[in-house]
């Protein structure tokens, strides 16, 4: 008897460890992270429970909308039918929904976009408002842009790889019937897409994106397949150009380029002449976004100064800007006019507010704010607003990112996040900071986002300096940022932690390597150990695309150059202890890439931990999945960072 008595003692100490522990979903694999302590998940559950959205489309008719948010697991699409009313779901799936658009007359269904398990393999549904009926328009298996409408909702333009999962030909198709999906153009390459229709439906405005500084505008005529050529290739300097939309009358078209300036103007191109007019020369700035309404005569658009966006409207007749209503500092997207030419749709962040959808009165002047999202049930108000740092680099030139301090009541010397962007011509904005918020609020770390040379927003030729051979330029911008900590009487730099996303994460391996004894550990998320087996690796639809930005791997020169400067190759160098998040069905960043430099270290013995999901891809986009990521990061800086 006392022998049972000892053994179910025994049995319940044994379960109640079980529970005080958060166990991994069945999708996730654990490699050398000690269990999670249930009472991390308590203590930080509210910081998960953040929520945003974002506008997808008007309904053409009606002031209604269809918006992106999170109620579940990923985000979904729901109906909103006036400002502050009820987020109706539609959509129902395990999979995140990329984005919608209404049939732009009638608005009787609208077309989706569904990720399958973060491979990126985009297929497009069409979805029936009256009977909820959902069909696939595409093949199920390639991968496709969601398209443009033509004006009179009969077609869509879209990219699929479906002829060799590679190159991104441009289709058509009614989607009230799938029989007519049709070939329009056959391309090379990975980078091309439709922009606009003319209004009469008879030519489509299609781009060729090589790089972030050069892309090409062609004119497609439907009915012959004709592709005439509006930007001339071979010319001394490389042009970029974005968006595109047609003026009604079909003589001209608006777009966004560098052409001429070292940032992107709003400009009118006439068709006739391709004569280029300039409209934004005065604002110093990139012209980030824009959205011409139905009937021409107005045009939004949004300028990013120095990380801050500012909305105009133009009035297209007189060339001058209109009143808009003053908006809160922030962060702006998704400019949308609805078909009456009046109200304007966006979406707004800041660092005390998550992102929410919002429309503009232009008779009025009256702002509505349509939704808002949920934030755990904490108070936003205090949470810590981003400053503008400055550093000097190594060769004199002057880099700039955005600083987070923690709350006055943390005193001394406080430990630091660098978090790097990706892209790499990508770009940190002082924007809504969700689950991050408890690294400054309620463990004390300071946040820095840094941008360095080849971050977009800064102008052309600040955006080509890390291009090819001069990769380890912007390296060197995070080491001087590391010895610029130093000097901050509030920062620890003795306590500073490096992370990032893709790039960024390649980054944070590159500063894991090479500046070892300037850290305390690092946080890799699906970053490149290597840029050599990346480019061999990653999906072929980008690889030419990625070679622009990193130097070609094939030509011997820059093959060893890439081979001498790979984390991979120098994984000696790395001394501070690293947790690694991957997602296995990741198409840009192959999971190889975590699965060598992990091998290495645990080879080399460094300390690492490594996350990996089974059903993610570019970074985690399941809730469950995020929130572990989370819990294992807290855990991590409690071991490494904080002691």
Excluded at 62 to 88: C, E, N, W
Excluded at 257 to 263: I, K, V, Y
Excluded at 268 to 291: C, Q, R
Excluded at 312 to 327: C, D, G, I, M
Aim: aromatic residues 10%; charged residues 25%; proline residues 5%.
């Amino acid at each position: 008897m006392k022998h049972a008595v000892v053994i179910v003692a025994l049995a319940f100490s044994v379960c109640s460890a079980i529970s005080q522990t958060v166990a991994p979903n069945e999708n996730l694999v654990l490699d050398g992270i000690p269990p999670i302590p249930s009472s991390i998940a308590d203590g930080i559950g509210r910081y998960t429970e953040f929520r945003s959205a974002a506008l997808l489309s008007w309904h053409p008719v009606y002031h209604d909308m269809l918006i992106s948010t999170r109620f579940g697991d990923v985000p979904q699409i729901h109906l909103v039918k006036m400002p502050g009313g009820a987020r109706t779901q539609l959509t129902f799936y395990p999979e995140r929904i990329l984005g919608g658009s209404y049939n732009p007359v009638h608005g009787k269904y609208f077309v989706f976009s569904k990720d399958i398990g973060g491979g990126e393999w985009y297929q497009n549904f069409r979805y029936d408002v009256a009977s909820g009926d959902v069909t696939l328009l595409t093949d199920g298996k390639s991968r496709n842009s969601l398209g443009v409408w033509s004006h009179d909702g009969k077609l869509m333009a879209y990219t699929s790889t479906r002829r060799n999962n590679k190159d991104t030909d441009i289709y058509t198709v009614d989607p009230m019937d799938t029989s007519t999906n049709k070939l329009a153009l056959q391309v090379d390459g990975g980078g091309w897409g439709a922009d606009d229709w003319t209004h009469d439906g008879k030519t489509l405005l299609v781009r060729e994106y090589v790089s972030a500084n050069e892309s090409y505008l062609y004119l497609l005529t439907l009915a012959t397949g004709e592709k005439r050529i509006l930007t001339p290739k071979g010319g001394k300097e490389q042009i970029s150009y974005g968006g595109g939309q047609f003026t009604p009358d079909g003589k001209g078209f608006y777009v966004t380029t560098d052409r001429e300036s070292e940032f992107q103007r709003l400009t009118y191109i006439d068709l006739a002449t391709m004569k280029h007019e300039y409209l934004t020369t005065g604002i110093p700035w990139d012209v980030s976004e824009f959205n011409l309404s139905n009937d021409g005569k107005r045009i939004a658009f949004v300028t990013n100064e120095d990380g801050v966006s500012v909305l105009h409207v133009l009035n297209t007749a007189t060339r001058k800007e209109e009143k808009v209503p003053q908006l809160p500092v922030g962060l702006i997207s998704g400019v949308q006019w609805h078909n009456d030419g009046t109200l304007l749709g966006f979406v707004m962040n800041s660092a005390r507010s998550t992102s929410d959808v919002y429309s503009i009165d232009m008779s009025t002047g009256k702002i509505d704010r349509w939704t808002t999202s949920e934030t755990g049930g904490i108070n936003v108000d205090n949470f810590s607003e981003a400053r503008l740092i400055k550093w000097k680099t190594f060769d004199g030139k002057t880099i700039s990112g955005f600083l987070y301090p923690p709350p006055a009541k943390f005193t001394g010397k406080r430990p630091v996040i660098v978090n790097i962007h990706g892209g790499p011509e990508g770009q940190s904005f002082p924007g809504f900071l969700g689950r991050s918020n408890y690294y400054l609020n309620e463990m004390g770390v300071a946040i820095i986002y840094p941008n360095i040379r080849g971050s977009s927003g800064y102008g052309k030729t600040f955006l080509k300096l890390d291009n090819g051979m001069n990769r380890e330029d912007s390296y060197k911008d995070l080491g001087a940022l590391l010895d610029w900590i130093k000097t901050q009487p509030d920062l620890d730099g003795d306590r500073i932690l490096v992370t990032g996303g893709s790039y960024g994460g390649h980054s944070t391996l590159v500063v894991s390597t090479f500046y070892s004894d300037k850290i305390k550990c690092s946080v890799d998320v699906v970053g490149m150990s290597n840029l050599v087996t990346f480019l061999e690796r990653t999906e072929s639809y980008r690889r030419d695309l990625r070679r622009a930005e990193y130097g070609d791997e094939r030509e011997p020169k820059m093959r060893e150059y890439l081979e001498n400067i790979a984390p991979m190759n120098n994984v000696g160098k790395i001394k501070k202890p690293m947790f690694v998040v991957q997602g296995k069905n990741d198409p840009r960043v192959p999971f190889t890439e975590a699965d060598q430099i992990v091998g290495a270290l645990k080879n080399s013995g460094t300390p690492v931990w490594y996350l990996m999901a089974k059903d993610e891809g570019h970074g985690f986009s399941k809730k469950k999945n995020q929130d572990f990521q989370f819990y294992a990061t807290v855990m991590f800086l409690k071991e490494y960072l904080l002691k």
